[in-house]
């Protein structure tokens, strides 16, 4: 029996990595000079912070931190913008939190697009991972495919990992 899981994660070292170039990035610009905001990354919480003085300066860089994610690799998708930016004192702070796992919404999501594709394979949610079998790879990769090609349906970024014959 073939088979994959489907898994959802960020790498934290590739993240950083976006954080720190849009830091670099904002530091640099004429429309953020003499600005006292920041913009870090807490590994542990798996957390994006940024602290500026207004709305429009968060919002901007949430723009500039999605398009240095998306140079590094990452999907933006990864990234839950649900929270809304809160004032504390003269600034406004706004915490992003990054996704990993699968949640049980996406992950019936999932498993409603593999019994509608009508492909001969089961699958399996294991904590944060599905795990699809079939007796082909064909099968397996026609199910990855029909993942692909709904990925805006779902909302968050999907990785395809233990592929085995």
């Keep these: ?3 994959f899981d ?17 830091r670099k990035e904002i530091m640099n610009r004429y429309d953020f000079r003499d600005t006292k905001g920041s913009l870090e990354y807490d590994k542990k919480a798996s957390e994006v912070k940024i602290v500026m003085e207004n ?4 919002q901007h860089t949430e723009d500039v931190l999605m398009s240095k994610m998306v140079k590094q690799g990452l999907d933006a998708t990864a990234l839950d913008f649900s929270k809304e930016a809160y004032q504390s004192g003269a600034m406004v ?19 409603k697009l593999i019994k509608d594709s009508k492909v001969k394979v089961s699958a399996a949610i294991m904590d944060e ?9 064909d099968d397996l990769q026609q199910i990855i495919a029909v993942l692909r090609g709904n990925a805006e349906e779902i909302g968050m970024p999907l990785q395809f990992v233990n592929m085995k014959s």
């Design 1 to 3: 029996m073939a088979s």
């Design 6 to 22: 489907i898994v959802s994660k960020v790498d934290p070292q590739v993240m950083d990595n976006a954080v720190n170039v849009a």
């Design 55 to 58: 709305d429009m300066r968060v």
């Design 93 to 111: 702070k706004k915490d992003i939190k990054v996704k990993a796992g699968i949640d049980k919404e996406s992950s019936k999501k999932i498993m």
């Design 129 to 137: 991972t599905i795990r699809v079998t079939g007796k082909k790879i």
